[in-house]
């Protein structure tokens, strides 16, 4: 999908929201959610090309067991990104709080195997 | 009368002469042999592709040199250095590269937190791959050093054989106990400390990126205290080397010079043909323990080789990147490279310092006056 397609699907659904903010209010919250689902899985699918690229650039690298660790975080951070955005949007701000609290954790949850292998590598000093 | 007997005495003393002169090289050859077994212990301690570079039997070859293989060994070191350094240079700059665009999206996301988690987890996949490289480099430092003492120890009893056959009693004993020294305090110290050291400073460099505290000024004061330790100890053995060597000589050479005058003036008739017979003897061990001596010196400096290429080209590896870190403004991964970069220096120096050391002993050994002046 080429950006001005996507700027002028953005600006449709935009008129929309302010449309039917005045009346149905509830409205306006699904096509807020529903363009923002619409605009992430068209930045996944422009991005996967560049993803592929990646993947072989490292392939024969022996950096190659790091970079699914580095692409799970961004992308964790994003959805989560996404949805605290969402939540704000509605007013609900203690909850995207947690859904970030939620996304910090998890990212030190895929993170633990390399503190495994960092500490392991330094544990000999300990000794 | 007085001219027949000062003719026979010419022609004696010619025969005479000629006699050491025919049998001179014999004299060399047996002294030789004599040395073989302990020469072929210290060849057998070399690398293969060192003792290669020498010929078969040193002692009684014209050539122990040849250029143009320690040329060829040289030039395959480098190639194969820059082979191993290159992929590492192109792992770590690929992931540097990736890295900072995926920390300049990440920047896009307006809660500081997530962009805080994420780099988190690019600091520890660059600290992996720094500590493995840089590790690495400190097992090979220490491989290179418990190979050049394994060679040192090997010399030894070569150096204490011939030193001893050339009478230089004292100077071979003071020697023999100073490189004894030297090459325990070498084993002991400098290769059970230099591991845990590149260890312990890799992982408080790690401390700013991932914890924000600067703990750089710990990791200096470390390295900067072992640096000093070193130094000095090795300023004390030099010292002990040369000052012990020259006082040994001194004595090797008075009680030699005594036995000389003993043999000349109380032994009747061959008394001055016996201190020429020994003057022979001693001129063929200056000639051997200088082989040897060379020997020992190029087959150690050859050691040097491959240990100094690859921390040099690590060394400029890593400056590279570090400058590269910067230019991008990826300041945690940056201070990272440049801990890397200051150890790859720090171990140069080690390196460095314990070859000159062995070599200074070397040296010492091939000039220590032969014991019959």
């Known amino acids: 999908m080429s950006e001005l ?6 600006f449709c659904a935009l008129s929309l ?6 009346f149905k209010a509830e409205y306006s919250l699904f096509i807020r959610i ?14 996967q090309p560049v993803l592929s690229y990646v993947e072989s650039l490292t392939s024969n690298l022996t950096i190659n067991k790091y970079i699914p660790y580095l692409l799970k975080a961004l992308g964790i951070a994003f959805i989560v990104q996404i949805t605290a955005d969402c939540c704000n949007d509605v007013g609900e701000g203690t909850l995207a ?31 | 009368m007085k001219k027949c007997i000062l003719f026979l005495f010419f022609i004696i003393a010619s025969i005479f002469c000629l006699c050491f002169i025919c049998f001179g090289n014999d004299i060399h050859k047996d002294i030789a042999s004599s040395v073989d077994g302990e020469l072929s212990n210290f060849m057998d301690s070399l690398p293969n592709d060192i003792s290669s570079l020498f010929p078969t039997d040193p002692l009684n070859s014209n050539n122990i040199i040849n250029e143009k293989s320690i040329i060829d060994y040289i030039i395959s070191y ?31 996301l307006s809660n500081s937190a997530l962009n805080n988690a994420f780099k988190l987890c690019s600091t520890l996949c660059f600290s992996i791959t720094i500590f493995h490289s840089c590790v690495g480099l400190a097992e090979l430092t220490s491989a290179y050093i418990k190979t050049l003492c394994r060679v040192m120890n090997a010399f030894l009893p070569l150096m204490s054989t011939m030193g001893i056959m050339s009478g230089a009693i004292s100077s071979t004993t003071t020697n023999c106990a100073i490189s004894v020294l030297a090459i325990t305090l070498v084993e002991g110290f400098l290769v059970v ?7 312990s400073c890799l992982t408080i460099s790690m401390v700013k990126p991932i914890g924000g505290c600067n703990l750089s000024g710990i990791s200096k004061t470390i390295k900067t205290a072992f640096t000093s330790v070193s130094v000095f100890v090795m300023s004390i053995l030099f010292f002990l080397l040369s000052a012990k060597n020259v006082l040994a000589q001194g004595n090797d050479s008075l009680s030699i010079k005594t036995a000389r005058f003993a043999i000349s003036s109380f032994v009747p008739i061959v008394g001055a043909s016996i201190n020429d017979a020994l003057r022979t003897v001693s001129s ?27 921390l040099l080209l690590y060394k400029l590896s890593f400056g590279f990147l570090g400058s590269v870190c910067k230019a991008l403004n990826c300041s945690s991964e940056g201070e990272i490279l440049e801990e890397a970069d200051s150890l790859c220096g720090f171990m140069l120096v080690l390196v460095a310092c314990t070859c000159v050391m062995f070599i200074f002993a070397l040296t010492i050994f091939i000039n220590t006056a032969v014991g019959v002046a």
Not at chain 1, 35 to 46: E, K, R, S, Y
């Open chain 1, 5 to 10: 397609k996507l700027c002028g699907v953005i």
């Open chain 1, 17 to 22: 929201i302010v449309v039917f903010k005045s």
């Open chain 1, 34 to 47: 529903a363009m923002t689902i619409g605009v992430t899985i068209a930045t996944l699918l422009i991005i």
């Open chain 1, 97 to 127: 709080e947690r859904v970030c609290l939620f996304g910090k954790i998890q990212i030190v949850v895929i993170s633990l195997p390399l503190i495994d292998a960092l500490l392991s590598l330094t544990k000999d000093v300990i000794k």
């Open chain 2, 78 to 108: 480098i190639f194969s250095g820059v082979d191993n350094v290159a992929r590492s240079f192109v792992s770590i700059f690929t992931l540097i590269i990736v890295t900072c665009a995926l920390s300049s999206i990440c920047n896009s």
């Open chain 2, 193 to 199: 400390c230099l591991m845990p050291l590149v260890k």
């Open chain 2, 284 to 310: 063929s061990l200056g000639v051997i323990k200088s082989t040897c001596g060379i020997i020992a010196i190029i087959a150690i400096a050859l050691l040097m080789v491959p240990i100094i290429i690859h």
